[in-house]
């Protein structure tokens, strides 16, 4: 049983950054590969990054890429993801989520645990 609490959202302004962060329970943490996925109103849940266990590998959606960056510390049982170039269309709840695969990481039904989400909304 892993679970996971997010923090770190809040409102900024586009252009701006935030860094997320997903505190995990468990001594199990290093053999997950972990993932962020967000939900904006009205819209599907969808994927946004994800790391392998040993953070060696790293997935980012297209919308997302070279402007957020994912990256877990083992040692503090802890994924982040850092945000920059915020635009009002990241605005959404994010949910990290644990998977004890380390492929298909792109696709929520391959993550057995969730967090509750953080809001993060970006102001025009």
């Known amino acids: 049983q892993v679970q996971l609490v997010e923090s770190g959202g809040g409102l900024v302004q586009a252009g701006g950054s935030l860094r997320l962060s997903c505190a995990a329970s468990g001594r199990t943490f290093s053999s997950y590969a972990m993932g962020w996925f967000r939900q904006a109103p009205g819209k599907e849940r969808e994927f946004v990054a994800a790391i392998t266990w040993s953070g060696g590998r790293t997935y980012y959606a297209t919308s997302v890429k070279g402007r957020f960056t994912i990256s877990r510390d083992n040692a503090k049982n802890t994924v982040y993801l850092q945000m920059n170039s915020l635009e009002p269309a990241d605005t959404a709840v994010y949910y990290c989520?644990?998977?004890?695969?380390?492929?298909?990481?792109?696709?929520?039904?391959?993550?057995?645990?969730w967090g509750q989400g953080t809001q993060v909304t970006v102001s025009s």
């Open positions: 989520a644990a998977s004890n695969l380390d492929y298909g990481l792109g696709s929520a039904g391959r993550y057995a645990y």
